[in-house]
């Protein structure tokens, strides 16, 4: 099984927010420099994984990104089939 760059973001970006689960909402310029990513890479992925329910936005100055649910309801399964389709 081949996981493509965007769904290996897709994934470290979620690990990251789940890490940081009870902490809030994150940028994504914070979720960028943890993980190593492109930001404009990662807008992308965001953006697929809020269509996918995966992740909530949050506007305005105190803005960003947090799973849209607990991190133990989300499979690292469900993500990939999102991003890169049926294994």
């Not at 690990?15 to 890479?41: C, M």
């Not at 995966?54 to 799973?67: A, D, I, M, T, W």
């Not at 989300?74 to 389709?85: A, E, L, P, T």
Request: proline share 3%.
């Amino acid at each position: 099984m081949k996981i493509t760059y965007k769904g290996d973001y897709a994934l470290k970006a979620l690990l990251d927010l789940a890490l940081h689960y009870d902490q809030g909402v994150s940028t994504i310029n914070e979720v960028a420099k943890r993980i190593d990513a492109p930001v404009k890479f990662l807008e992308q992925i965001l953006l697929d994984l809020k269509k996918g329910n995966f992740v909530e936005s949050k506007r305005g100055n105190v803005g960003g990104y947090q799973l849209a649910k607990a991190p133990a309801e989300i499979s690292i399964g469900q993500v990939v089939r999102f991003m890169d389709g049926p294994i």
